[in-house]
């Protein structure tokens, strides 16, 4: 993990990971402690605008990522953990650092500077960097064959203005498997699954989420292990199916493995209880 070895991080948690997801956030600094992360959240950050804001108004959006941004230590890579989040900073940091006079506006606005150069990632990049060697020696406990299906959602796939950036697709797969997990294939790592439709149409969201949940179950997974808050609570909330399997965010099974002992707390907010699958692998008592 040469690259950010030793660096402090500035630390975007968002909305979900600060309510719904509150056990996501809380086993992600679990797994950055005991990576030797040193993660420092944003004080007073704002909601980016999610899906929402950008929905009814573009420039409102612009406007609270923008304030986010500006709240940045001008030194520190930016870390976010949500899909959304980071795409809604990415692109206006990317509308910022392109136009000077917009730059100047919002600086003015916000009364703080806001570096053009500033480094935004999701998680997955500081994971990439993670020298296999290294990851080994954190492993406190094999994950035992545990079967399950990487489900990235379609936002790491990137919308057309940030194509060039990374969506790391298979690294779960990767570094899991490391972890003695079994990643079983199948053919919807990267369907939608409704996203903030969820809340406004269920009627269109739920049958995103049964094709999801049905071909996780067909192909064999004994769970989901998402990289998206919001992805995992709507497959959770919204699936219909009468067999459900547990859903559970990456950060928590990298915790588990790395040995947290805090963890009942997280998985009992789960609404399709992961418990009994992690006691039939040995992984909980």
């Known amino acids: ?31 950055s402690g005991r990576l030797g992360l040193n993660l420092i959240e944003l004080e007073d950050w704002n909601c980016c605008g999610s899906s929402s804001a950008h929905s009814l108004d573009q420039n409102l959006a ?104 990374r969506n790391y697709h298979h690294l779960m797969e990767e570094i899991l498997s490391g972890f003695e997990a079994q990643a079983v294939p199948w053919s919807y790592s990267a369907r939608c699954c409704g996203t903030f439709l969820a809340a406004a149409r269920p009627d269109v969201a739920t049958p995103l989420v049964n094709t999801i949940m049905d071909g996780a179950s067909r192909a064999g997974a004994e769970c989901v292990i998402t990289a998206c808050a919001m992805c995992q609570l709507n497959l959770e909330i919204r699936c219909t199916l009468d067999s459900k399997i547990p859903v559970l965010h990456l950060s928590e099974v990298l915790a588990l493995a790395l040995g947290a002992k805090t963890h009942k707390g997280w998985f009992k907010r789960h609404l399709v209880d992961p418990l009994p699958l992690l006691k039939a692998r040995g992984l909980l008592t």
Request: hydrophobic share 40%; aromatic share 8%; with cysteine.
């Open 62 to 165: 612009f406007h609270l990522a923008s304030r986010n941004l500006s709240l940045a230590h001008p030194e520190r890579p930016l870390m976010v953990m949500c899909p959304t989040c980071l795409h809604r900073h990415q692109l206006a940091h990317k509308r910022i650092r392109e136009d000077p006079v917009l730059r100047a506006q919002e600086e003015k606005r916000w009364g703080r500077p806001i570096n053009p150069e500033l480094k935004i990632f999701h998680f997955f990049e500081v994971l990439k960097k993670v020298e296999p060697s290294r990851l080994g020696k954190a492993i406190v406990q094999k994950l035992n064959g545990l079967k399950f299906v990487s489900y990235y959602g379609c936002m790491l796939a990137r919308p057309p203005a940030l194509r060039r950036e």
């Open 1 to 31: 993990m040469a690259e950010y070895e030793g660096i402090e991080f500035s630390y975007f948690p968002g909305c979900s990971m600060a309510t719904s997801a509150k056990e996501s956030n809380l086993s992600l600094m679990e797994v």
